[in-house]
Antibody
């Protein structure tokens, strides 16, 4: 069974940093592309970042480009999101989501809440 | 960026009703469209890919259609478990974008 478990969320001040992790199990992690998707409280879904299986290809939403860095450790079956220069508008539940052939987000974690506030 | 617009934003329906949600793209996305269902406090659940292909395990009362810029999600006979918010999402090009969501509520 595919499992994705996010961690690392919490309360951070504006301008601060946070690193999210996503632990994957139940599938060959290195063979799959991965993503971060976020959802602000009471709002819709917003794709944040994508990383290929080898980490060769990476994409970011304009709203986080230059501030967030996606990475992965295939030996540890883990996906990461380093978030710097955090803003109030980054407050959201952050989900990791798996991509498979022709399917953008076939499996999702339970999410981790990031709150940016002073 | 490709903008996705769903209608209606809210839909009131009863169990057994046929429900249709529309999703429009600001430019052609061929059939690179997915649909998701989300319940309060839960992660989204993937339903349909490539506009009309049903994910394994998803009930057959769900169906998707369309190509180019106009798409629909249809629930043929609404069940109690189907009251939720539904999102369309394009994956023709980055940034991948979602519609704003359609909440299906009980009439």
């Amino acid at each position: 069974e595919v499992q994705l478990v996010e961690s690392g969320g919490g309360l951070v001040q504006p301008g601060g940093s946070l690193r999210l992790s996503c632990a994957a199990s139940g599938f060959t992690f290195s063979s799959y592309e991965m993503n971060w998707v976020r959802q602000a409280p009471g709002k819709g879904l917003e794709w944040v970042s994508y990383i290929s299986g080898t980490a060769y290809t990476i994409h970011y939403a304009d709203s986080v480009k230059g501030r967030f860095t996606i990475s992965r450790d295939n030996a540890k079956n883990s996906l990461y999101l380093q978030m710097n220069s955090l803003r109030a508008e980054d407050t959201a539940v952050y989900y990791c989501a798996r991509t498979r052939a022709m399917v953008p987000f076939d499996s999702w974690g339970q999410g981790t809440l990031v709150t940016v506030s002073s | 960026d490709i903008q996705m617009t769903q209608s209606p934003s809210t839909l009131s329906a009863s169990v057994g009703d046929r429900v249709t949600i529309t999703c429009r793209a600001s430019q052609s996305i061929n059939s690179w469209l997915a649909w998701y269902q989300q319940k309060p406090g839960k992660a989204p659940k993937f339903l349909i890919y490539k506009a009309s292909s049903l994910e394994s395990g998803v009930p057959s009362r769900f169906s998707g259609s369309g190509s180019g810029t106009e798409f629909t999600l249809t629930i043929t006979s609404l069940q109690p478990d189907d009251f939720a918010t539904y999102y369309c999402q394009q994956y023709k090009s980055y940034p991948w974008t979602f519609g704003q969501g359609t909440k299906v509520e009980s009439k």
